[in-house]
């Protein structure tokens, strides 16, 4: 698989990502009022979208660009990102093993975390 | 896109969050107990040598922080290290030293704050914890640049207040004290003991580490920002402790719980209370916010990877909180504060966290040795400039540092050995228990308030 490959997988995963997040009625709570831009990075392959989080969900997937507001930057290799977006990773385990970086406050984190619960668990 | 700050602005944020974690109101009260230990210029000696030895620690610290950018300090690095059993006892011990702190911190506070507020330190010193806690479970967080300005506001304003103190003219003043002849001996053995002691004014400094910006934070500023953190500290304290010195008598200052209310006093009168009075509560709030909020993550972030029961990782769907572990850091915080009060336990509790605090720095450096070693070429960022000699040295000088402190007070001697060994066994029982239960059972999920969700 080539790294062209791999990069769309993760787009893919994003997009499937915003999907489960903006359809799921229990998330609408959580994110109420939590307007953050997530700057997806991949460590590896350079590969990097934005997900901007506003009126309880997310508005796009895109590539980097100027949003105004806090940035969340979530880094890994994107074999790691596609599988932590898509559910087949615990985020948590892989954030306390030092695979995952997340570049957010204490807070921030726990609520990225969250979403990742209500959608999977 | 992302960061905007330059790097000077950048490194002057983690400088002042480094720094305003170490700054606590209890640190006034150990300034205190150390003066029992040695006076004169020895005692200068001994907070500016605890800073010395904090910064060799931050060498080895910032080193694995580099190698594991954003992660949550103890838990990730000791792991990566020394395995998974040494990082539990680890963070448990810092777990233990937060209430263990809160109560002494929360004292110490009611009684400063006795002179403007007249209010019981029985009644303020728990109002103090659950105005913290509320604050925590109601999701609120001062903005980052508030917290920079309370930092820069905190070390301005002890400076100001050890400045006017040492410079200042005064009525019937008296030298600083000249140290008592003693046998070469016994003055070794109290000076290992007060810089053992001392360390407790910087612990804290390293929370600084999973608060990076950004990976690029990891390779200079996030390691740069902690030992720059610790040097302006050690000037304030060692200004501060002069002015101690010049304007209280070695009974006042060694006697006394809150030297620095009695300082304000001298120095400026009234004015001077209330400055003292401003930086007492400015010390509690920035260092024990920070340290509960920091601690109740910690005990979420174990829940998760299914190293405690999985209620210790609710979420408030409403607040996105880990409220449950807030509630017990809180309740832990609380009950140690009533224990501390009820028992007259407050400086033994701060010397037990100091004799503590050792062990785990020692931790932090063995993890970097460690770490080095096994990926010689590594993949850290950031190379630590502190010899290895001197690291190993460090690692065996710490603990032994540990002991002299918990030792350092003939009076308090047994409540602070058995407070360290009563900590230490809980928490090796439960790493053990932790260790074992994490082993057999799959990753905990969060548990989400379903009721708040509808």
Redesign the interface.
């Known amino acids: 698989m080539g790294p062209g490959s791999m990069t769309s997988r993760l787009l893919s995963c994003l997009e499937t990502f915003r999907d489960k997040v903006n359809q799921h009625p ?1 998330l609408r ?2 994110l ?1 009022g ?1 307007d953050r831009v997530v ?1 997806v990075e991949s ?1 590896d392959s350079g590969a990097a979208y ?1 997900m901007p989080f506003a009126a309880s969900e997310i508005a796009e997937v895109s590539p ?4 105004p507001g806090t ?1 969340i ?1 979530v ?1 890994a290799p994107e074999q790691m990102l596609c599988k932590v977006f898509s559910g087949e990773l ?1 985020p ?2 892989a ?4 695979e995952l ?3 957010a ?3 921030d ?3 990225l ?2 979403i990742t ?2 959608l999977w ?1 | 896109m992302p960061s905007k700050l330059s790097s000077a602005a950048e490194l002057g944020d983690y400088v002042s969050i480094s720094a305003g974690m170490a700054i606590a109101c209890s640190g006034y009260t150990v300034m205190a107990e150390l003066s029992g230990i040695v006076t004169g210029v020895p005692y200068l000696i001994a907070i500016a040598a605890a800073g010395a030895l904090c910064m060799a620690i931050s060498g080895s610290i910032a080193f694995l922080a580099s190698s594991y950018p954003s992660a949550p300090g103890v838990r990730t690095y000791l792991r990566g290290a020394l395995g998974d059993f040494p990082s539990l006892l680890a963070t448990f011990t810092v777990l233990a030293i937060v209430p263990l702190f809160a109560g002494a911190e929360s004292y110490t506070l009611a009684l400063s704050l006795r002179s403007v507020i007249p209010i019981s330190p029985y009644v303020l010193a728990p109002a103090a914890i659950l105005f913290v806690v509320s604050i925590n479970l109601f999701g609120l967080q001062l903005p980052r640049t508030i917290q920079f300005a309370l930092g820069v506001a905190l070390i301005a304003g002890t400076l100001l207040l050890g400045g006017m103190a040492l410079l200042g003219p005064m009525e019937g003043g008296a030298p600083l004290p000249a140290a008592p002849v003693r046998s070469g001996a016994e003055q070794a053995a109290r000076a290992l003991t007060a810089v053992g002691s001392a360390v407790f004014l910087y612990t804290g400094f390293e929370w600084v580490t999973p608060l990076g910006r950004g990976p690029a934070a990891y390779r200079r500023l996030i390691p740069i920002s902690m030992p720059l953190a610790l040097g302006i500290l050690m000037v304030m304290y060692v200004l501060f402790a002069a002015g101690l010195q010049r304007r209280l008598a070695p009974g006042e200052l060694a006697s006394n719980p809150i030297p620095h209310m009695l300082l304000g006093e001298r120095v400026a009168g009234a004015r001077g209370i209330l400055l003292a009075a401003v930086l007492s509560a400015l010390s509690t709030l920035t260092t024990f916010n920070a340290g509960l909020m920091g601690a109740s993550r910690l005990l979420y972030a174990l829940a998760r990877e299914g190293k405690l029961p999985r209620f210790v990782s609710h979420i408030s769907m409403r607040t996105g909180v880990p409220a449950v572990a807030v509630l017990l850091i809180g309740g832990a915080a609380l009950l140690a504060a009533l224990v501390e009060i009820l028992l007259d336990l407050q400086v033994a509790a701060a010397i037990a966290a100091a004799a503590l605090y050792c062990l785990v720095y020692a931790s932090f450096v063995w993890a970097g040795l460690r770490h080095r070693a096994r990926d010689p070429s590594g993949d850290a960022h950031f190379r630590n400039p502190v010899p290895r000699a001197v690291q190993w040295g460090l690692c065996l000088a710490l603990p032994l540092l540990a002991v002299a402190t918990a030792a350092s007070d003939g009076a308090l001697r047994p409540k602070v050995m058995t407070g360290v060994t009563v900590v230490l066994a809980s928490c090796l029982l439960l790493a053990r228990w932790s260790f074992r239960a994490g082993n057999q059972a799959r990753p905990a999920r969060a548990v989400l308030n379903q009721n708040e969700a509808r």
């Open positions: 229990r709570s959580l109420k939590w700057l460590s934005c980097p660009r100027e949003h940035i930057r880094r615990n948590a385990t954030f306390l093993n030092g970086q997340v570049f406050d204490d807070r984190q726990v609520k975390d969250a619960l209500v668990d």
